[in-house]
């Protein structure tokens, strides 16, 4: 069973430009998560997508957005680029394993974004 | 202050001694999660507690969910070099069911053979 695809796995883009990061969740999963690490703040939550519908949002600025398509695989997009985007984004794809509907988030590798 | 503090943020041992990891949150956990991540990579799933006292083992590696859930500790026997990495907790705090996880800043393990 394939895992969680992410691509690119590396780019190098400069202030002010715009990247459009790319994840395919493993076959099934409904739900695409995004997270933005960086060594100062950690591992942040940036948006959930479930069908095509965001259903919640971290704190960041409108500068960064995502989408979900029908077959769920998603896409996040950063504009106007700023020296502190320079991150590791990850992706998570889940399903509901329990009773009580906890879910076990499952990451792909991740796109390690370096802004110059 | 963090929602979820992990300590300690960095550990040394050597091969074949025990070790453990806590994490204490300012809230009631619904759900804690135990990722394993190899520096610059993705975070593995290790094991997820959901009650007060649950208590779940994968190999050497063994983590509890104290009664109040408001604190979770991972503990490795025997350590092995296998076993370096970035260890994070991640907590649900809006609900079990909630896609979004608060993570703690991570505990860094090294171990020397």
């Known amino acids: 069973k394939a895992g969680v695809t992410q691509t690119p796995r590396y780019l190098i883009k400069t202030r002010g430009q715009q990247v459009t990061l790319s994840c395919s969740p493993i076959?099934?999963?409904?739900?695409v998560s995004w997270y933005q690490q960086t060594p100062g703040q950690g591992l942040q939550f940036l948006f959930e997508?479930?069908?095509?519908?965001?259903?919640n949002k971290g704190n960041f600025p409108g500068r960064f957005s995502g989408r979900q398509f029908s077959n769920s695989r998603s896409e996040m997009n950063v504009s106007t680029l700023e020296l502190g985007d320079s991150a590791l984004y990850l992706c998570?794809?889940?399903?509901?394993?329990?009773?009580?509907?906890?879910?076990?988030?499952?990451f792909g590798a991740g796109s390690r974004l370096t802004v110059l | 202050s963090q929602e979820l503090e992990q300590s300690p943020q960095s550990l040394i041992v050597q091969e074949g001694k025990n070790l453990t990891i806590n994490c204490t949150s300012s809230?009631?956990?619904?759900?804690l999660y135990w990722y394993k991540q190899k520096y610059g990579e993705g975070l593995i799933f290790l094991m997820m507690?959901?009650?007060?006292?649950e208590e779940k083992s994968h190999e050497k590696i063994t983590a509890k969910l104290d009664e109040k859930k408001q604190q979770s500790s991972l503990h490795i026997t025997a350590s092995q070099p296998s076993h370096a990495g970035i260890y994070l907790c991640?907590?649900?705090?809006?609900?079990?069911?909630?896609?979004?996880?608060?993570f703690g800043k991570g505990t860094k393990l090294s171990v020397i053979p």
């Open positions: 998570a794809s889940s399903r509901t394993i329990t009773r009580s509907g906890a879910n076990v988030l499952t």
């Open positions: 076959s099934g999963h409904r739900s």
């Open positions: 997508y479930f069908s095509e519908t965001q259903r």
């Open positions: 809230k009631t956990l619904y759900g």
């Open positions: 507690l959901q009650k007060g006292g």
């Open positions: 991640g907590a649900a705090f809006t609900g079990a069911g909630s896609y979004q996880l608060t």
